[in-house]
């Protein structure tokens, strides 16, 4: 689960008994009630919310396009900073003032000028080409938990459907999937896109105004209440073959938040409008 902050903006909120919120461990508690805060993933990238979190999240920079904005927004706000394999290529085209931590994977996409650039000012690339049972990404996640103990993870790049290579979107959301079973919350963030994936329980959300949200089942049927959406759901059955919630949004009249209970993995998405 994640480590999770209290947001000025969210304890001013009228859902339940949030308001008077409290830490415990890895969640959140309001009175009797526990959830998951997923605010931070978008309340201080792509909107204007101040946020305080401590311990910082951890940043994975794909080897996908991302804007400067972005990229310098969300790195000031984590660390470590991991690159995975051809996301060096990017970072130095993109902020080549920016250092990581750590650049690894098989080492196969990013240009050995480029590798070899880094190691010079003091980055260590690493070289895991001997697995080839996990992805770029997966590698990274396992690293940025057991090298540097993080908990909750920014991935960032674009990752709907690459120069139209799904499979690599299909990657992500499995490597997400593994990331949770090790207790990583990790969130995928580009310019224009955010999925989480959301386990068993409680979760509390946030999204621009006039985004398009989605919950999609994967692997089984889950059952799902809602509640700050424009079209909420009560104990409903999602699944493959029948109702999956697409194209909804955010509740006009809310104060901003979503919250989804859900008894099964459910993956939550939504998009940046400018």
């Known amino acids: 689960m994640a480590l999770l902050c209290r947001l000025p903006w969210l304890q001013t909120c009228r859902w339940g008994t949030a ?12 009175g009797t009630e ?6 931070w993933v978008t309340s201080g990238t792509w909107m204007d919310q101040a946020h305080s979190v401590s311990p910082k999240p951890g940043m994975v ?25 051809g996301g060096a290529t990017v970072l130095q085209a993109t902020a080549p003032e920016l250092l990581p931590e750590l650049v690894l994977g098989d080492l196969d996409s990013a240009r050995p000028e480029v590798l070899q650039s880094y190691r010079d000012r003091g980055v260590e690339v690493r070289d895991l080409s001997h697995d080839q ?9 396992n690293t940025a938990q057991k090298d540097f103990a993080c908990k909750r993870i920014f991935v960032a790049g674009t990752f709907a459907g690459v120069q139209g290579c799904f499979d690599h979107t299909l990657g992500a959301l499995n490597a997400l999937c593994k990331a949770e079973v090790q207790g990583i ?6 310019d224009d896109s955010c999925c989480i994936l959301l386990p068993k329980g409680r979760h509390c959300l946030t999204a621009p105004r006039q985004s398009c949200c989605g919950l999609v089942p994967l692997g089984g049927p889950v059952r799902v209440t809602t509640s700050g959406l424009c079209w ?36 939550w998405t939504c998009n940046n409008v400018p």
Request: aromatic share 6%.
């Open 19 to 30: 308001q008077t919120g409290r830490l415990t461990g890895c969640c959140m508690t309001t």
């Open 61 to 85: 920079l794909l080897s996908t396009p991302l804007s400067k904005t972005l990229l310098e927004r969300m790195w000031h706000r984590t660390w470590p900073h991991l690159v995975a394999d």
């Open 185 to 190: 919350n990790a969130a995928l963030l580009s």
């Open 232 to 267: 909420d759901m009560k104990d409903a059955v999602l699944e493959w073959g029948g109702l999956v919630s697409t194209s909804n949004g955010l509740d006009e009249a809310g104060d901003g938040l979503v919250w989804v209970d859900t008894d099964g993995t459910v993956l």
């Open 133 to 141: 049972d996990t992805t770029d990404l997966e590698k990274c996640l």
């Open 34 to 39: 526990s959830y998951v805060d997923w605010t």
